[in-house]
Nanobody, 114 residues
Framework: QVQLVESGGGLVQPGGSLRLSCVVS????????AAWYRQAPGKQRDLVAS???????NYADSVKGRFTITRNNAKNTVDLQMNSLKPEDTAVYYCYAFRGVSLWGQGTQVTVSS
């Protein structure tokens, strides 16, 4: 059974950086698409960034130029480097992977506040 476990969330000041990591149990090679979503209180869950097995990445307009998604096949991880963080980036961030079925992590809180 494939599981996703996120880490790296926390409290950071505006303009700061955080790196989220998602460990995919089992082999990541069979994951066709991996992504990070986020959900702020009272709002829907939105796509932040996605990456295919071939390494092609896409980003939400709101994070382009600030966030970078990477996939490490050797470590079975999907990471999200977040720079120049803004208060509006505050949300619970979820790791997602598609391996025949949709899989979700438990979420990690990111709070951007002074």
């Amino acid at each position: 059974q494939v599981q996703l476990v996120e880490s790296g969330g926390g409290l950071v000041q505006p303009g700061g950086s955080l790196r989220l990591s998602c460990v995919v149990s089992g082999s990541i090679f069979s994951v066709s698409v991996a992504a990070w979503y986020r959900q702020a209180p009272g709002k829907q869950r939105d796509l932040v960034a996605s990456i295919t097995s071939g390494g092609s990445a896409n980003y939400a307009d709101s994070v382009k130029g600030r966030f970078t998604i990477t996939r490490n096949n050797a470590k079975n991880t999907v990471d999200l480097q977040m720079n120049s963080l803004k208060p509006e980036d505050t949300a619970v961030y979820y790791c997602y992977a598609f391996r025949g079925v949709s899989l979700w992590g438990q979420g990690t809180q990111v709070t951007v506040s002074s």
